[in-house]
């Protein structure tokens, strides 16, 4: 069972810079996707940013120009860098993991954007 914990949560101000990273338990090979969704109170999961094992990227059109995700395959670790901070990115932020046909999620960090 991969375990992917999550680290670089935190408190930051409007306008400001954090960055998430995600490692893996083992290492994955093949093909796979790892990514970032975020969940508000009150409201459902979402998709944040997701990175094939190609290097392809997809981003939420709420994030585009403002975060960045990218991944070291030798290190089994994802990385998100969110820049331009605003209040409404408030949310616990998850690892994902789709990996032969199987979905796994880390535990959450929690970000807040608030001055």
């Known amino acids: 069972q991969v375990q992917l914990v999550e680290s670089g949560g935190g408190l930051v101000q409007p306008g400001g810079s954090l960055t998430l990273s995600c490692a893996a338990s083992e290492s994955i090979s093949g093909i796979n996707i790892m990514g970032w969704y975020r969940q508000a109170p009150g409201n459902q999961r979402e998709l944040v940013a997701t990175?094939?094992?190609?290097?392809?990227?997809n981003y939420a059109d709420s994030v585009k120009g403002r975060f960045t995700i990218s991944r070291d395959n030798a290190k089994n670790t994802v990385y998100l860098l969110m820049s331009s901070l605003k209040p409404e990115d408030t949310a616990v932020y998850y690892c994902n993991l789709q990996w032969w046909y199987r979905n796994y999620w880390g535990q959450g960090t929690q970000v807040t954007v608030s001055s």
């Open positions: 990175i094939t094992s190609a290097g392809t990227t």
